[in-house]
Nanobody, 122 residues
C-alpha cells in the first residue's frame, strides 16, 4: 500500500505565500514523477507543476514565476512553494506520484493524495 500525506494548505490573503508538502510512504521502490494538481469548484482538475526524479520541472503557464516545485528523493517528499498568490489560485490541491513498488521490472502506478484546500481571499 502507498499513502500520500499532504499538508500546508489554508487561507491566505492575495499576495501571500504558502508551502505545500506531500510525503509518500509505504512499499515504494522508486518514484519517477511527482506532481501537484488542483481543482477549483466547477472546473476540471489541472496540472500545476511536476518534477522528475532527476529534478526536471514543468509548470502551468498560470503559475510560472510564482510557484516553485521541489522534492527530496531521500524522504520521498515533494514541496510546492507558492508566492504572490491570487484569488484564482483557490482550489483543492492534490499530490500525485508515478512510481514502482517492487523493483525495476515492476509496473508504474499512479497514486493520489486526499487533497488540501488553498483559499486566497481578503
Amino acid at each position: 500500500q502507498v499513502m500520500l500525506e499532504e499538508s500546508g494548505g489554508g487561507l491566505v490573503q492575495p499576495g501571500g505565500s504558502l508551502r505545500l508538502s506531500c510525503a509518500a510512504s509505504g512499499t515504494i521502490f522508486s518514484i519517477r514523477t511527482m506532481g501537484w494538481y488542483r481543482q477549483a469548484p466547477g472546473k476540471q482538475r489541472e496540472l500545476v507543476a511536476d518534477i522528475t526524479s532527476a529534478g526536471s520541472t514543468n509548470y502551468a503557464d498560470s503559475v510560472k514565476g510564482r510557484f516553485t516545485i521541489s522534492r527530496d528523493n531521500a524522504k520521498n517528499t515533494m514541496y510546492l512553494q507558492m508566492n504572490s498568490l491570487k484569488p484564482e489560485d483557490t482550489a483543492v490541491y492534490y499530490c500525485n506520484t508515478n512510481l514502482r513498488r517492487y523493483g525495476w521490472s515492476g509496473s508504474l502506478s499512479d497514486y493520489w493524495g486526499q487533497g488540501t484546500q488553498v483559499t486566497v481571499s481578503s
